[in-house]
């Protein structure tokens, strides 16, 4: 039965570790990260390869995932919910600020971003959210969380349509953006106190990224811009990061999400 143990261990620290590699790999390497001998390392990849979830590089002794690795790991890509690993980050980031917090998902198509949820602040002035309701990434902390992240080509095509915000307002000129962007990469979170999504409104915002660092959406904490903590902000920003970073590992792969 220790054997048994040993060997599901030893198979799941393999997995893991070839699906943090961008490509294939030799015996030696698996050897050596997981602190096998060579022989075990290799008797461990054939059992793989017998069922189909590795296969070996041709012309090469070199070893990549197989069909059956990428079946199933459509299988289970299709059954991760988003919203339902961010709530509890949700509630941590409201219960800390005390203000009203959402998650934005990001629509690579129309370059826009949806709330999926939120969760308010107990305060009485607050701000209820549209949800599903799409809003281009040029608006807001939550949407230039995105817009840093994406390519200029994509940015400057937003910017030619001459767009106006749900306020009214107009984007950044270029020059004003394009300095903004760098510095929310830079950061890691953003900050907007225009009102362009919601007027007399401001927010701090945190981008989430999945697999192969593909934009997944982000979080975001509105707060009246009447009551903005200026002296909190970097506090606030610090939280934001950190649960964006949190649930941006569990989406990659790279850490395991635990209950709480």
Not at 12 to 36: F, P, R, W
Request: charged share 25%; aromatic share 6%; proline share 5%.
């Amino acid at each position: 039965m220790e054997n048994e143990r040993g060997t599901v261990e030893r198979i799941v620290k393999l997995i893991s570790y070839l699906a943090s590699k961008e490509g294939d790999v030799g015996i030696k390497e698996i050897a050596d990260e997981l602190q096998l001998p060579q022989s075990t390392a290799h008797r461990l990849i054939q059992q793989l390869m017998a069922l189909d979830m590795m296969q070996r590089v041709h012309g090469a002794r070199r070893y990549e995932f197989g069909p059956e690795m990428y079946r199933l790991g459509a299988m289970i890509a299709n059954k991760v919910n988003v919203v339902q690993l961010a709530t509890a980050s949700l509630h941590r980031i409201v219960a800390y600020t005390n203000e009203s917090c959402a998650l934005g998902l990001y629509r690579d198509d129309d370059a826009t971003l949806v709330f999926a949820a939120s969760v308010e602040s107990p305060q009485q002035l607050r701000y209820q959210l549209d949800l599903y309701k799409p809003v281009s990434v040029l608006w807001g902390a939550s949407g230039h969380s995105i817009l840093a992240h994406l390519p200029p080509e994509r940015i400057k095509s937003l910017l030619k349509k001459e767009p106006r915000s749900p306020t009214g307002l107009p984007p950044l000129p270029m020059r004003a953006l394009t300095k903004e962007l760098a510095l929310i990469r830079e950061q890691g979170f953003s900050v907007s106190k225009r009102g362009e999504k919601i007027d007399g409104a401001a927010g701090v915002s945190a981008a989430i990224f999945g697999p192969s660092n593909r934009i997944v959406g982000c979080f975001s904490l509105f707060i009246p811009r009447m009551r903005y903590p200026e002296s909190r902000e970097s506090d606030l920003a610090r939280l934001v990061v950190k649960e964006a970073r949190e649930l941006s590992d569990v989406l990659s792969g790279t850490r395991i999400v635990r209950s709480r």
